[in-house]
């Protein structure tokens, strides 16, 4: 059974940062990719990062510069650092993994070919 579970999330200021973690459990098979998704109310859910299998990272131009993700632990531990925080940024953010060699195409994620989900944790941001 696999199993993602978030932490990091929190209320900051505007121009402060967090670190969202993200540990995977279990057995997901010999190639996968992980990434982070954010959802604002009433709006879509939006990837926001990934690492592919071979370590390539993708980071979405509405972060870029701000926000890097990471992988440690073997790759079962998926890291988004997060700095110069938005009030647009303010969100529940998702941690997802296919068992995939990469994770978007060209920022493009098809969400049905990621069947793992953290349950999410929020991030707020206050101007």
């Known amino acids: 059974q696999v199993q993602l579970v978030e932490t990091g999330g929190g209320s900051v200021q505007s121009g402060g940062a967090l670190t969202l973690s993200c540990v995977l459990s279990g057995y997901i098979g010999d190639t996968f990719c992980m990434a982070w998704f954010r959802q604002v109310s009433g709006q879509e859910r939006e990837g926001v990062a990934d690492i592919a299998w071979d370590g390539m990272t993708y980071v979405a131009d509405s972060v870029k510069g701000r926000f890097t993700v990471s992988q440690k632990s073997g790759k079962k531990t998926l890291l988004l650092q997060m700095r110069d925080l938005k009030s647009e940024d303010t969100g529940t953010y998702y941690c997802?993994?296919?068992?995939?060699?990469?994770?978007?195409?060209?920022?493009?994620?098809?969400?049905?070919?990621?069947?793992?989900w953290g349950q999410g944790t929020q991030v707020t941001v206050s101007s």
């Open positions: 997802a993994a296919a068992r995939l060699q990469i994770c978007s195409s060209g920022g493009h994620y098809i969400r049905e070919y990621f069947p793992y």
